[in-house]
C-alpha cells in the first residue's frame, strides 16, 4: 500500500528513541540515587523534593483499636474505619465510604472544604458507631489523614500545603496547617476526634507494606500519576542536622514524578507532550511513565503515522485530539491477543472513530503501544534500583553487606496504582527489568508486593502508630 512504508519508519525511529538497554538502564539507576543525594543535602539541591515525613516507626501488626481515616487527594475523597485485632488477628474489620467532592468546593475557601468534609465524616462515624455494639461515644477518636499533595510538614500530625494540584484551587489553604484546618471543623461540627498523622499516598502504600512485612523499605505508587517514598537513615538527611529519631530512620517522600536526567530516552513527542502540557517542565519522570500520559504518547506516534501514510484511511482526524486514547484503551489494545486483533479495530472503530483498519496495520499499533509501554516500565525499574542503590540494597555494597547473620537480607518494595494493578504488560515489564538489572542474585531477594488501598489503610495504621506509642 501506499506509503506503508513510512509508517513503518515512523515506528522504527521512534522505537530507536525509546531504547532502554541495560547500560541505559544502569545509568538512569545511577541519576536517580546522585539526586536523591542532592535533594536530601539542600532544599532545592535537586528536582526531586525529598520531603521529610516525620515518621520514624512504621506499624508492625501489634496495633489494636478503632481507628479512622480520611484520603483526600483527588475527586473523590474517602473515609474509612479499620478495626485492628494485634499481633496475629491483623485487620479485624474495615469500612469504607466514598464521596465526590462538589465542584464548587475545589475552587472555594479552606473553610468551606473542611467543613464539608468534617460533616461528611461525622456522619460516617455516627454511623459506625450505631452498628457497633461495644461503642463508646465519648471516647476522643483518633485519625490518619492522607493528603496527597505537596506538604511541608512539621511534625508527624502538622503540615503545611505547599500548593494545590489535581485541579484543586482552594487558594487561602496555600501556607497553612491542613491538619489544623481539618481539627477546627470537626470541633465545629462537633466531632471529637484529632489528626495523629498527616501523611502523603505513598506513606500511607509503606506503611500497609510494613504492617504485612517489616522488610519493607519503600513504596511506589504507579497510577494517573507516579511518586515514591522510602525509609532513609536520619543521618543521611544532610539538610536537616541533628535530626534525631528513636528509630535511626525517618520516611522521606521523593516527589519523584518530577526526576529528570539526561540519560533518559526522550523522543520528539515527549518534548511536545511536555510543551502543551500546563506544567511544562515539570514532571519530566512522571510524564513518561504514569498512566494519565502513556495513551497520549501512544496517540501521538499513531498521529504521526496518519500523516505521513495512509494506514488509517481518512478517518484519522481524532488521533489530532490530546488525551482522546486513555491509557486502560491502549492497554486493551496492547493485550489483544485474538489472532485478528479483534478487539484493536472495534477501539479504533468505536473510541477513534477510524473504522476498517488492515490487521497489518492494527498490528503496527499494538507496536507502538508496546514500545510506549516497555520504556516505562523499564525507566519505573530502574527508579526502584534507584532507591535500592540509595540505600545500599542494590548487592552494589559487595555480599557481605547484603546479609544480616550470614543469609542474604531481605528487601520489599509496596506497589500500588491502578497502573501496576491493572496493565499486565506494564507489571510484566517492569518486573523482569528490576530482576535484569540487580541479575538474579540479588534479585532473589528482593521481592516487589502489591498492596491494596494502602493511602487509606496505612494512614489508619499510622494513627494507630503514633497514638499508642507516644
Ligand atoms: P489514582 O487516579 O488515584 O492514581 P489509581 O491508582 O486507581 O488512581 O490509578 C488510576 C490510573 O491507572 C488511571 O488513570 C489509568 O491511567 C490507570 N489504569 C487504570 N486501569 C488501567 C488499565 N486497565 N490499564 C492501564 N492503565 C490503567
Known amino acids: 500500500r501506499r506509503k506503508w512504508r513510512r509508517a513503518v519508519e515512523v515506528l522504527r525511529e521512534f522505537e530507536e528513541g525509546c ?35 516525620f515518621i520514624d516507626s512504621l506499624p508492625n501488626g501489634n496495633e489494636i483499636g478503632t481507628y479512622y481515616a480520611l484520603d483526600l487527594g483527588g475527586t473523590n475523597f474517602r473515609v474509612l474505619r479499620v478495626q485492628l485485632g494485634g499481633r496475629g488477628s491483623m485487620i479485624l474489620s474495615r469500612q469504607v465510604e466514598c464521596r465526590p467532592i462538589p465542584q464548587e468546593l475545589m475552587n472555594g475557601t479552606s473553610e468551606g472544604l473542611f467543613h464539608f468534609i468534617a460533616v461528611t465524616l461525622k456522619q460516617f462515624v455516627e454511623q459506625q458507631e450505631d452498628d457497633d455494639s461495644e461503642k463508646k461515644p465519648d471516647e476522643k477518636k483518633v485519625l490518619g489523614f ?23 484551587s482552594v487558594e487561602d489553604a496555600v501556607g497553612k496547617d491542613v491538619a489544623r484546618c481539618l481539627e477546627e471543623a470537626m470541633t465545629k461540627a462537633g466531632l471529637n476526634m484529632r489528626v495523629a498523622a498527616l501523611v502523603n499516598d505513598t506513606v500511607g502504600t509503606l506503611a500497609l507494606g510494613h504492617y504485612y512485612d517489616e522488610d519493607t523499605v519503600a513504596a511506589v505508587i504507579f497510577g494517573t500519576g507516579t511518586n515514591a517514598c522510602y525509609v532513609e537513615r536520619t543521618d543521611a538527611i544532610i539538610k536537616c542536622q541533628g535530626l534525631l529519631t528513636n ?13 529528570w536526567s539526561s ?50 484511511g481518512d478517518g484519522a482526524y481524532n488521533l489530532s485530539m490530546c488525551f482522546i486514547l486513555r491509557t486502560p484503551l491502549m492497554a486493551a489494545m496492547h493485550e489483544d491477543d485474538s489472532p485478528d486483533l479483534r478487539e484493536v479495530g472495534r477501539i479504533l472503530t468505536e473510541s477513534l472513530q477510524i473504522p476498517d483498519v488492515s490487521l497489518k ?30 540505600i545500599g540494597r542494590d548487592g552494589s555494597g559487595g555480599v557481605a553487606s547484603g546479609r544480616t547473620k550470614g543469609r542474604p537480607r531481605r528487601t520489599v518494595v509496596a506497589i500500588e496504582g491502578g497502573l501496576y494493578a491493572n496493565y499486565s504488560m506494564f507489571r510484566e515489564y517492569l518486573n523482569e527489568a528490576v530482576a535484569e538489572i540487580l541479575g538474579e542474585e540479588v534479585a532473589q531477594n528482593v521481592v516487589i508486593r502489591v498492596t491494596e488501598d ?10 494507630a502508630t503514633y497514638s499508642s506509642n507516644r
Not at 492522607?146 to 484543586?168: A, D, N
Not at 528509630?247 to 526526576?259: I, K, T
Request: charged share 20%; glycine share 10%; aromatic share 6%.
Open 454 to 463: 494502602g493511602s487509606g489503610i496505612g494512614a489508619a495504621l499510622l494513627a
Open 146 to 168: 492522607t493528603f496527597s499533595f505537596p506538604v511541608r510538614q512539621m511534625s508527624v500530625s502538622s503540615g503545611i500545603l505547599i500548593k494545590w494540584t489535581k485541579g484543586f
Open 361 to 390: 496495520a492494527r498490528r503496527l499499533v499494538v507496536r507502538v503501544c508496546d514500545v510506549v509501554t516497555r520504556r516505562a516500565a523499564r525507566l519505573a525499574a530502574a527508579g526502584i534500583v534507584g532507591i535500592l542503590k540509595k
Open 247 to 259: 528509630s535511626g530512620g525517618m520516611v522521606v517522600n521523593m516527589e519523584w514524578g518530577n526526576f
Open 263 to 312: 540519560h533518559l530516552p526522550r523522543t520528539s513527542y515527549d518534548i511536545a507532550l511536555d510543551e502543551e502540557s500546563p506544567n511544562c517542565n515539570d514532571q519530566g519522570f512522571e510524564k513518561m511513565i504514569s498512566g494519565m500520559y502513556l495513551g497520549d504518547i501512544a496517540r501521538r506516534v499513531l498521529y504521526r503515522m496518519a500523516q505521513e501514510s495512509d494506514i488509517f
Open 19 to 53: 531504547v532502554t538497554s541495560i547500560g541505559r538502564l544502569r545509568q538512569v539507576v545511577d541519576a536517580m540515587a546522585v539526586e536523591m543525594h542532592a535533594g536530601l543535602a539542600s532544599d532545592g539541591g535537586s528536582k526531586l523534593k525529598m520531603l521529610l515525613s
